[in-house]
């Protein structure tokens, strides 16, 4: 990351600190913009859905799909 300002948002007061203020098991980021930091939930939320579904993938694995008259 670059030396340029971090951005963390805090998870107890939900508001974005410019550098780190709180103690970090409060904090999410660093990140280099005051918007990332913004959107972080939404972030977390879509890379939890993405990994979900690739889990879900990831247990299909191998498994010969189902026949229409149940026999494999």
């Known amino acids: 990351m670059s ?3 971090q951005f963390y948002y ?6 974005v600190e ?9 904090l999410m980021g660093p990140y280099p913009t005051r918007r990332e930091a913004e959107q972080a ?4 939320a879509a890379r ?3 990994w ?3 889990d879900e993938d990831w247990e ?4 010969p ?6 026999a494999r």
């Open 48 to 50: 939890n859905e993405k």
């Open 65 to 70: 799909p189902a026949t229409p008259d149940g």
């Open 3 to 5: 030396e340029g300002a």
């Open 18 to 26: 410019e550098g780190r203020q709180s103690p970090g098991s409060e």
């Open 10 to 15: 805090n998870l107890s007061t939900g508001s």
């Open 52 to 54: 979900e579904e690739a």
């Open 41 to 44: 939930l939404q972030t977390a």
């Open 60 to 63: 299909d694995y191998g498994t």
